[in-house]
Structure formats: structure tokens, C-alpha cells
């Protein structure tokens, strides 16, 4: 079922999601964060971006999400121009690496948080909240305190939470960073089968190559100072993935051919 979706998705595959041109970043000191970035992303594609720290991965991020200003060049993001700050703020949603979760509400309380802003009736915000933790594995931890929670359970909330507004992309920063293996290749299995069922785009930082490769339809490799990508590297495997692809020679020489390019 989910190759099925799959190929639905690449059916949509012309539209695009985000354009960016010539894209520059100086912040206010002067620094060149990001340097004449060209990349295209459409509708339902996987991307992870890698590079050493302070190549500008982050930025890149920020700039599509509106929170910081764009130098140079133009991002269209749903086939609009980025600055004119109009667009639906539900389209889109950020997951962090912490997952910043409020410790004196419960897991309920927390997910719920985005829609507290929004005009959505109570039953409606009932119902989206239910789909968005029964989506993640949290049914029967509506009432938990973050402070009960696991690692790796504290970020499903946050994810929760990132999804109940049903966006149309998710932008991941290094999410699964500070988890053990065991716990960030279960969350990776979650996160794609997540992927295939609401038909979003991802954006995904990592510093992992195993994990890009695993997750991504297309990785871009980034260089620092300025930053630049480099190279944007098809992943041609396909999906549903499961563990055994982690040991299949096609993972490994695409994780060698990423590794390479990372450390010129
Ligand atoms: P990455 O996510 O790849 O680690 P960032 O996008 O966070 O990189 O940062 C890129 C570069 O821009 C780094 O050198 C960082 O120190 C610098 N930088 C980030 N934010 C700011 C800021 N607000 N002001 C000045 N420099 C910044």
C-alpha cells in the first residue's frame, strides 16, 4: 500500500513546492551564511541537506519559513514569492532537535497548542488533536507530563504537534541528533511511513549520511564558508525502505559517494 502511494506522489512530482534562485544570506554582522543558492523541490519529495556545521543548513530553513530575511535572490514557496508573508502559516511546520515541549502542559495539551491560535472549534481541534497523536504511536498518552516521557517519546510529541495543523511541508532540523541509534531507526521507520500517508514535502538537516540516504529521495550536499550545495544526489531506492536496505551495496555506495563529496 505504501508503494502505491508512492507512485501517487511522484505523479505529482511536477508541482513544485519551493524554488530557489540565486539565493544569498549576509547576516547583520556582515557574515555569508548562504551563497547563490539555486535548488527546486516539488510536491512530496524527501530531502535531507548535509554539511559541516555552520555551512548554512539552518538558514537555508529559516529563509523558507520567513524567519529571517533573504539577501540576495527570491524563494517561491507554493508558487509564491516568499516575502510577501501572506501565505498560510499552516502550510508549514518546523521540528527542532529539542523538542521544545511546554513541561507544565500534557501531551494532549501540548499537541493541541497550535490550534489554540487558530479560529477551529473545539470539537474540530478534538478530532485533529486525536488524529495527529493516534498518527504518531501516542494513543494513551494524552495525559502524560513531558517530564515522564523518554527521548524519543518527547520528540513523537513534537512531531504530533508539527502535523495536527495537517501542513503541507515539514521542515526537520537535526530531529533525531541527541537519540540513541535504536530509538532514532525507529523514529526514521515512523517518519517515513508518516510521509506516505499525508503526502507532505520534507525538508530534513542531518549530519548523518546513513540516515539521509535511508530517508531522502534526494540529498544536498552542502559546503561551508560560504555555503553553498554542491551537489544534489538522486537516491534511487525504493521506497517503502525497510532494515534490510541499510545492508544493501546500492545504500553503501551511495553513503560512500556523499561521504566523499563531504569530505572534499
Ligand atoms: P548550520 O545549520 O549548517 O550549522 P547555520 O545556518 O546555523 O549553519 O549558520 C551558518 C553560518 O551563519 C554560521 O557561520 C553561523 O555562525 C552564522 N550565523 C547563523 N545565525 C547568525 C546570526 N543571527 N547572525 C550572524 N551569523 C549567524
Not at 56 to 83: C, P, Q, W, Y
Amino acid at each position: 500500500m505504501q508503494a502505491d502511494i508512492r507512485k501517487s506522489q511522484t505523479k505529482e512530482h511536477s508541482v513544485e513546492t519551493i524554488s530557489m534562485k540565486n539565493v544569498s544570506k549576509i547576516y547583520d554582522n556582515g557574515h555569508t551564511a548562504v551563497q547563490n543558492v539555486d535548488l527546486t523541490i516539488k510536491e512530496g519529495d524527501f530531502v535531507s541537506f548535509v554539511g559541516p556545521s555552520g555551512c548554512g543548513k539552518s538558514t537555508i530553513f529559516k529563509m523558507v519559513a520567513g524567519l529571517t530575511t533573504i539577501t540576495d535572490g527570491h524563494i517561491r514557496l507554493f508558487n509564491e514569492e516568499i516575502e510577501s508573508n501572506e501565505r498560510d502559516a499552516r502550510d508549514l511546520a518546523y521540528v527542532f532537535q529539542d523538542a521544545t515541549l511546554l513541561p507544565w502542559l500534557n501531551v494532549e495539551k501540548n499537541v493541541r497548542m497550535p490550534l489554540t491560535f487558530q479560529s477551529i472549534k473545539k470539537e474540530e481541534q478534538n478530532k485533529m488533536v486525536k488524529e495527529s497523536l493516534e498518527l504518531v504511536g501516542l494513543k494513551g498518552y494524552e495525559h502524560a507530563m513531558p517530564r515522564e516521557l523518554s527521548g524519543g517519546m518527547k520528540m513523537r510529541v513534537s512531531i504530533a504537534r508539527a502535523l495536527v495543523s495537517k501542513p503541507k511541508m515539514l521542515l526537520m532540523d537535526e530531529p533525531f541528533g541527541a537519540l540513541d541509534e535504536i530509538t532514532r531507526q525507529n523514529l526514521q521507520e515512523e517518519l517515513l511511513r508518516i510521509w506516505n500517508t499525508q503526502k507532505m514535502t520534507v525538508l530534513f538537516i542531518t549530519h548523518n549520511v546513513f540516515e539521509s540516504v535511508y530517508l531522502s529521495n534526494r540529498v544536498a550536499v552542502m559546503t561551508a564558508s560560504p555555503g553553498k550545495i554542491d551537489d544534489v544526489i538522486d537516491v534511487p531506492l525504493p521506497y517503502p525502505r525497510n532494515a534490510e536496505i541499510r545492508t544493501a551495496p546500492e545504500f553503501s555506495s551511495l553513503v560512500a559517494e556523499i561521504s566523499e563529496k563531504l569530505k572534499k
